[in-house]
T-cell receptor, first 114, second 115 residues
Framework: DGGITQSPKYLFRKEGQNVTLSCEQN?????MYWYRQDPGQGLRLIYY???????QKGDIAEGYSVSREKKESFPLTVTSAQKNPTAFYLC?????????????FGPGTRLTVL | AQSVTQLDSHVSVSEGTPVLLRCNYS??????LFWYVQHPNKGLQLLLK??????LVKGINGFEAEFKKSETSFHLTKPSAHMSDAAEYFC?????????????FGKGTRLSVIA
């Protein structure tokens, strides 16, 4: 089955801790993305990557970090600097970064800070 | 820069009646437009997309949307709502001539279907 997997589905974190969300795709897509979703605000772009070892900040990158060491993987770290990390996080991928191509989404990770 | 406005945060219809979810966009270039659907605690699924071909676009599950450049609109419709259509719907814009531009999402419209 081709697709995008995210793990874990639910994640709980204590304040002050860093936590890493996993995203893997087997679609052979070059571009990958991380979004944050809050109720009533739609999706906001955190980071995106066009190719391995390259990534760009999105609209709300502060308090987050990413890496792209492999084409298939694009993990997101939520650091203690992120003031309000409780949210639903979605990973996506597309064939490339050319405008107009559709993105494919993973099932999401719900992060709750205790 | 591009943006998208979904005119209703919540729409409620009875099962078997038509669905209309409204979307207006703004783009400096010829846009590509998408509608995605999200069921609770799930990822997003593409319903349909417009990329400068036919202005009336047919998607999955009986949905369709019409691109109207003069009105800068891309409204989503379905002739007859089904209970399984209850979900969050997102209108999305991407500019085709601005290089490496990620998608810009509207804030979503929650569709409720009443039995």
């Amino acid at each position: 089955d081709g697709g995008i997997t995210q793990s874990p589905k639910y994640l709980f974190r204590k304040e002050g801790q860093n936590v890493t969300l996993s995203c893997e795709q087997n679609l052979n897509h070059d571009a990958m993305y991380w979004y944050r979703q809050d109720p009533g605000q739609g999706l906001r772009l955190i980071y995106y990557s066009q190719i391995v070892n390259d990534f760009q900040k999105g609209d709300i990158a502060e308090g987050y970090s990413v890496s792209r060491e492999k084409k298939e993987s694009f993990p997101l770290t939520v650091t203690s600097a992120q003031k309000n990390p409780t949210a639903f996080y979605l990973c996506a991928s597309s064939i490339d970064l050319i405008a107009g191509v559709e993105q494919f989404f993973g099932p999401g990770t719900r992060l709750t800070v205790l | 820069a591009q943006s998208v406005t979904q005119l209703d945060s919540h729409v409620s219809v009875s099962e078997g009646t038509p669905v209309l979810l409204r979307c207006n966009y703004s783009s400096s270039y010829s846009p590509s437009l998408f509608w995605y659907v999200q069921h609770p605690n799930k990822g997003l699924q593409l319903l349909l997309k417009y990329t400068s071909a036919a202005t009336l676009v047919k998607g999955i599950n009986g949905f369709e949307a019409e691109f109207k450049k003069s009105e800068t609109s891309f409204h989503l419709t379905k002739p007859s709502a089904h209970m399984s259509d209850a979900a969050e719907y997102f209108c999305v814009v991407s500019a085709t001539q601005s290089g490496n531009t990620p998608l810009v999402f509207g804030k979503g419209t929650r569709l409720s279907v009443i039995a």
